[in-house]
């Protein structure tokens, strides 16, 4: 009590000895602020192109010292704050909590205390091109370590990154595709920061923090393209720049059987148009009544994969010997083969059947003409 009142009162004198005088900012610190770096192999956000992050940081008490405080890249590789926080001064660290984008960008919930660090109802844009990369991360920080070039702070990748590309190599099809689904996944969960390590509590593993699916919803993720991309042996992406960004988890691959997917088993698909190379149209079948995708229609494969934070996967669907099956979403003949089998044949050469023309017959000749007048010539006239 005594220390306080003291730093109380020499507030006092110094507001009086500037009361007469121009205004004079006092700072025997340095603010608060960040060095970044990024943990993973995702790249949608980078140390490079990372604009700013909010943070949550705690001393002693249960309360924050400040809550979501917004840091942006200032000079060289340090983040800061408009609102200047200084370290105090008896060299206890400052433990901070980060995330990034806002709030608002990424919807759910945030709690940050400093016994529970949360992001509660998390559910991805269904709309790919909207959806964000969420980064978090977690750090200690003191005035002697961190005061002049700023406490070094980690972060993750919270969301698994996902590209669909496509090829082909057959010489029979033409395969023109307009979009891509990553159909029924996960689509809700919770998400709680990466943790200090019981080992060293100065140290985080900068790719913990955990996701629960919850309330078993599941949603398909669509991405339409400008314009047709038509399919070579060399694969091309088909997501126009903008990767999915979705819930780590473990995939249940569709059941083709299920040809109507009740069980919601996961699956990627294109929207594509099929033609032979003489033009005739394959897929959309011709008995499909309907044209609800202008000439188009959804082609689907299962995936089971294994989906974990911080990390890329690359689907590449290659069309050279099939197309998948009927997307089950679709109305007309849900999980059936697009191509079923390859067209070949089985030959057999019937064998003649002789059969008589009539008798036998008499070749003429001139009776008139004789070929052997003396007798002597031996000669085959018919020769040469």
Not at 19 to 43: C, L, P, W, Y
Not at 64 to 88: A, I, R, W
Not at 183 to 203: H, I, L
Not at 336 to 361: Q, R, S, Y
Request: charge should be negative.
């Amino acid at each position: 009590m005594k220390q306080k009142l003291l730093f109380a009162g020499m507030a006092a004198i110094a507001l009086t000895s500037c009361s007469n005088d121009e205004a004079v900012e006092i700072n025997n610190g340095h603010a608060i602020g960040f060095r970044t770096a990024m943990a993973t192999r995702a790249t949608e956000t980078t140390t490079a192109n990372l604009e700013g992050f909010f943070v949550t940081a705690f001393y002693e008490s249960t309360e924050p010292y400040f809550s979501d405080l917004e840091f942006k890249k200032g000079t060289g590789d340090l983040f800061e704050s408009d609102t200047k926080y200084f370290y105090p001064g008896d060299a206890r660290p400052l433990t901070f909590y980060a995330y990034a984008p806002s709030k608002t960008a990424l919807g759910g919930t945030m709690t940050i205390t400093k016994d529970s660090q949360k992001l509660e109802g998390f559910a991805p844009n269904t709309d790919i091109s909207k959806q964000v990369d969420f980064i978090a991360g977690a750090a200690k920080g003191d005035a002697a370590n961190d005061g002049a070039d700023g406490a070094f702070l980690e972060f993750s990748h919270c969301l698994s990154q996902i590209e669909v590309k496509a090829k082909s190599g057959n010489t029979s099809y033409d395969f023109e595709v307009k979009g891509v689904r990553i159909g029924c996944v996960g689509s809700k969960g919770d998400f709680t920061f990466p943790a200090f390590s019981a080992e060293d509590p100065d140290a985080v593993d900068p790719v913990a923090g955990t996701w629960t699916l919850t309330g078993g919803e599941k949603a398909s993720y669509d991405k339409t393209l400008d314009e047709a991309v038509k399919l070579t042996a060399d694969a091309v992406s088909l997501m126009a720049g903008d990767n999915a960004m979705l819930i780590p988890q473990q995939l249940t691959a569709w059941d083709t059987d299920e040809q109507e997917n009740a069980s919601k088993g996961a699956y990627i698909a294109v929207l594509v148009k099929i033609t032979t190379k003489s033009g005739a149209q394959v897929y959309p079948f011709a008995s499909d009544p309907t044209d609800a995708n202008a000439g188009y229609a959804w082609a689907a494969i299962p995936v089971s994969t294994l989906w974990e934070a911080g990390k890329k996967y690359v689907y590449t669907l290659n069309f050279t010997t099939g197309a998948g099956y009927v997307d089950p979403t679709e109305d007309h003949m849900p999980g059936v083969p697009v191509l079923v089998g390859e067209i070949k044949f089985n030959v057999t050469v019937e064998g003649w059947t002789e059969e008589a023309a009539g008798n036998d017959i008499e070749m003429p000749n001139d009776p008139g003409t004789d070929y052997n007048p003396d007798g002597n010539d031996t000669e085959d006239p018919f020769l040469d």
